[in-house]
């Protein structure tokens, strides 16, 4: 079968656009429809039932309604101009729909993009056949951008419109780095390391915690890669990002410890119930486990998912990640009562869990701010 000059230029512009001929054949007849109702209108209520039929071998237009042919004399110069714009534009919209649905199989992977422009605190990124948005909560406040410039960015999410469909890429979210490291390291792309989780302050420091899968392999080891190769490619892509790979463990204990890395701890104390650890460093360790503006232990908190409260060995103080109390004050911290419940019971002057314990139900309900459930709540943690 000889194939029609008509189908193979349909063909051609779907190849070209990569869309399908079926896309381009329904634009074709949408814009004939358009061009009719433009040129000839009717008042007739049953003109919209009218149907489009083109021939695939000459690609002569033909207008049915009621299965009558009423296709007006010299319909096809008439409205060929028209048609051209319509199908134009219809080509384009399948275009970018074919375009954001090959970027949807994309998200959660990272992309090279290029900046082209700054608008209204967002950049628009050409990440290849189109252009994302990385608006301003999803950039490092501490990272220099200017347009033309490349790096690598994390396509997120796409935020469906049915006209203008937006593909959001972010450089601040965590998956960045895991993506990252996946492209670094072939351990972490075959299995064999596993990124337990990250906990990360974009533009200034990340904690990440690794475990391997394999006897022999060294997770820590494989993500920083000979002479840090690995690790300085990632850091490098990050602006100078500092990168801290810690060992991860199943033991909560071992975890907390090498969440703290590099600050030596001497001992752990947890309450499960609570989520809450308290942690005695030496003296001469504080700095380096609280770390500057408290971000070590801040971050070391949010890896493993427990309060921290760093405690100075020699005297007892204990630090937290904003304030410094005594340890006794701290006892009501790790019974797991509400901020706002501590507060008012610090208020009334009880500090400590043995002063707690003393008070039995009708003289927490004494307490000026103290309602059934908080009592309830006081009653169930000292238990």
Do not use: C
């Not at 391997?212 to 990050?238: I, Y």
């Not at 503006?293 to 007892?316: F, H, P, W």
């Amino acid at each position: 079968m000889i194939r029609s000059e008509f189908i193979t230029a349909i063909k051609q512009v779907a190849t070209e656009r990569g869309i399908t001929p079926e896309d381009v054949m329904d634009t074709l007849k949408r814009a004939m429809l358009a061009a009719f109702y433009k040129d000839f209108p009717s008042e007739d209520e049953d003109a919209e039932d009218i149907t489009v039929k083109i021939d695939t071998k000459t690609g002569e237009v033909s207008l049915y309604q009621d299965g009558n042919n009423v296709t007006p004399p010299g319909f096809g110069r008439i409205a060929a101009q028209t048609a051209k714009q319509v199908i134009l534009q219809g080509v384009r919209e399948a275009e970018k729909h074919a375009v954001v649905e090959e970027y949807r199989g994309k998200i959660g992977k990272v992309v090279p993009g290029m900046l082209q422009r700054f608008e209204r605190n967002r950049w628009f990124v050409d990440i290849g056949r189109t252009v994302a948005m990385m608006p301003r909560e999803e950039q490092v406040y501490s990272e220099e951008y200017r347009p033309n410039q490349r790096l690598k960015v994390y396509v997120k999410e796409i935020i469906d419109d049915e006209f203008h469909p937006e593909i959001i890429v972010s450089r601040t979210d965590s998956n960045l780095v895991r993506a990252l490291f996946e492209i670094e390291v072939p351990e972490v792309q075959s299995g064999a390391v596993v990124i337990q989780g990250i906990a990360r302050e974009p533009g200034s420091r990340t904690k990440i915690a690794v475990a391997s899968t394999q006897d022999g392999v060294d997770p820590v080891g494989s993500m920083v890669g000979q002479r840090g190769v690995r690790v300085q490619a990632v850091t490098h892509e990050l602006q100078g990002e500092k990168m801290d790979i810690i060992l991860w463990s199943n033991l909560l204990t071992k975890y907390i410890i090498n969440a703290l890395s590099p600050a030596r701890v001497s001992d752990v104390i947890i309450n499960e119930k609570a989520n809450y650890a308290k942690v005695e460093v030496p003296e001469d360790q504080l700095s380096l486990a609280i770390g500057k503006d408290g971000q070590n232990v801040r971050l070391a908190s949010k890896l493993t998912g427990y309060r921290i409260d760093i405690v100075n060995a020699e005297d007892g103080v204990v630090i937290s990640n904003d304030k410094t109390e005594t340890e006794e004050e701290s006892e009501l911290v790790a019974l797991g009562l509400s901020t706002k419940v501590i507060n008012i019971l610090k208020k009334a002057g009880i500090q400590t869990t043995d002063q707690l314990r003393d008070l039995d139900e009708d003289a927490l309900s004494a307490i000026e701010g103290i309602g059934p459930k908080a009592i309830k709540d006081i009653l169930e943690a000292r238990s």
